[in-house]
């Protein structure tokens, strides 16, 4: 509590204390340098911290003020919160629509736990790899973003120059606040560029072949923004789009869009919506360079990407910004590698926020990862070195990752150190909600050997008895195989988890998973059949999922029958 000066006690409000520090940051930086690009940058005056802290009923955390360096990769998202203007924060972290997507890309990955060795020489860790026969100190690429310069006055270039001394690879975006021959000249390294395909090809064209002229290696065709996202938080704040200069007296940036986001109006008018998979092979007639497409979220695209002759795949959602309830990129990554069959390398754009998240995308087919949002919130907080920062700290949490999982190189982290549900030295199955061949296929995809049914075979019973009963079973044969047929599977060894893909809706449904797994087996049905009670789960399933599917058992159209 603060006396104020009428002697009436009032709670210290965090806004207030939060400009209490900035006044203190201010009066001190004439005599001490705190407001730099070093890495002292947002290190508090020792008076205003000790302020804080003698405060005893006010939470610190609330006024959201870090102390000292960041000491991970989410650190760094509150400290560009703090440098960056609400419009340009609120375009650099945001999404489309309800952001479903922009959660699920992080939250995917918490769902993936390890299988680590034990025993194995890990005194050496080597994390280097190649991409396209370039070797790169760690598999850690900086994805493309846009404008740059929004974000910190340098720009590109101080990214460029933060991954060339950390050894990476750099996708330079079409979009960028610098130009191609800018960043170029800045440094030596090994360098992409990304292309988006305007109405006018030649722009693209001349992008690609600038590109080639100044040593980029390759290029990364981005392939989901036939239309720009809804980015409502854009909308709201009409965000501007500043002069893009790769772009600069080839494509008209003036746009009048009084209704919300001039950045939506500019890609509306811009963009080519008419690309297809036959441009592939015109885009590659253009250049020496490989291509790869960026955007890819399914099996059947992986394949047609390798038919027309890509060099590479990166499994993109491009960063929950397009389609909003895509699925989190870590989640079809294997599904893509899958696909593609060796045939060229997968990378893997979105959710990365740990060196944790760079080993489990690396154990389901991953070359390697891009980060996206983690390099811009480093750049925004502390330039260059910021980015680098960036990077160092997901080297280090990979190299502690593989070392604690025995793995003493990339080559070493196989499929077998991560898992995302039990898999088993005795056979599963499962018994309940089975009403469809449907739902058989999806428990045998799960890692069930079999499945049980009961209600529906009661049913079949009380109304045509035995043949009821075997029409009930036959029904559910024909639906399974029908199933198998459409899903590429000819017998059911072939069904994996790569099959399918669903989100679980009801909490309880994770405590049963994690129930049966770890309980001794004589306590699972006791203990299953009272959570199911409890959740009313069995009722719910009576009522909303048995008559439909029973309808011609229950109710024949032909009462001969």
Request: net charge positive; proline share 5%; aromatic share 6%.
């Amino acid at each position: 509590m603060v006396q104020s000066s009428n002697s009436t006690s009032q709670p210290l409000k965090p806004r207030i204390l939060h400009q209490a520090i900035q006044d203190w940051q201010v009066r001190e930086a004439s005599s001490r340098t705190l407001l730099t690009n070093s890495p002292t940058q947002y290190a508090f005056p020792s008076v205003a911290l000790q302020i804080v802290k003698t405060l005893g009923t006010f939470n610190l955390s609330s006024c959201r003020i870090m102390e000292g360096e960041p000491v991970n990769v989410n650190e760094f998202q509150e400290l560009a919160r703090q440098a960056l203007p609400k419009m340009y924060y609120d375009y650099y972290s945001g999404g489309a629509e309800d952001q479903y997507t922009l959660k699920e890309n992080v939250e995917a990955f918490r769902r993936i736990t390890f299988r680590p060795r034990i025993l194995v020489d890990v005194s050496r860790i080597n994390f280097s790899t190649t991409v396209l026969g370039y070797k790169i100190s760690a598999p850690i690429m900086v994805a493309p973003s846009a404008m740059h310069k929004l974000a910190h006055p340098e720009g590109e270039i101080a990214t460029a120059r933060a991954a060339a001394a950390s050894n990476t690879i750099m996708v330079l975006s079409t979009m960028s606040s610098c130009t191609i021959e800018e960043v170029a000249s800045s440094c030596n390294a090994i360098r992409f560029f990304q292309l988006y395909v305007y109405k006018n090809r030649d722009v693209a064209a001349q992008l690609v072949q600038r590109a080639e002229r100044n040593g980029y290696k390759a290029i990364v065709l981005t392939v989901d923004v036939p239309r720009l996202g809804r980015r409502e938080a854009d909308i709201k704040n009409k965000m501007i789009v500043p002069p893009v200069k790769n772009i600069e007296g080839l494509v008209s940036t003036e746009v009048d869009n009084d209704e919300g986001s001039i950045l939506e109006g500019f890609a509306k008018g811009a963009l080519d919506d008419s690309l297809c998979w036959r441009d592939i092979g015109w885009l590659r007639s253009t250049t020496n360079l490989p291509i790869l497409i960026k955007g890819v979220l399914t099996r059947e695209d992986a394949i047609k990407a390798t038919e027309v002759g890509v060099a590479g795949i990166v499994v993109s959602n491009h960063g929950a910004r397009q389609l909003d309830y895509t699925p989190a990129t870590i989640t079809v990554l294997e599904e893509v590698v899958h696909a593609v069959g060796g045939k060229v390398p997968v990378f893997l754009d979105g959710g990365v926020r740990r060196g944790t998240d760079v080993f489990k995308a690396l154990a389901l087919g991953a070359q390697a990862v891009l980060i996206g949002r983690p390099v811009v919130y480093g750049l925004a907080a502390k330039g260059e070195y910021g980015v680098r920062k960036v990077i160092q700290m997901l080297k280090d949490e990979l190299e502690l990752t593989m070392a604690l999982s025995g793995c003493p190189s990339v080559k070493d982290i196989t499929r077998s150190h991560v898992v995302h549900a039990i898999g088993g030295k005795v056979p599963v199955f499962l018994d309940g909600g089975v009403r469809r061949g449907t739902d058989v296929f999806k428990a045998l995809a799960l890692g069930a050997q079999a499945v049980l049914i009961g209600r529906p075979a009661i049913y079949g019973l009380a109304a045509k008895g035995e043949y009821g009963v075997r029409k009930v079973i036959q029904m559910l044969k024909d639906e399974f195989e029908l199933t198998m047929a459409l899903s590429g599977c000819p017998s059911v060894k072939y069904i994996t988890r790569s099959h399918i893909d669903f989100v679980i809706r009801d909490p309880s449904c994770i405590l049963l998973t994690h129930w049966i797994v770890t309980m001794p087996i004589d306590s699972v049905i006791k203990d299953l059949l009272r959570v199911l009670l409890t959740h009313q789960i069995v009722p719910m399933l009576i009522d909303s999922v048995i008559r439909d599917p029973l309808r011609d058992v229950m109710h024949p159209p032909n009462p001969s029958v």
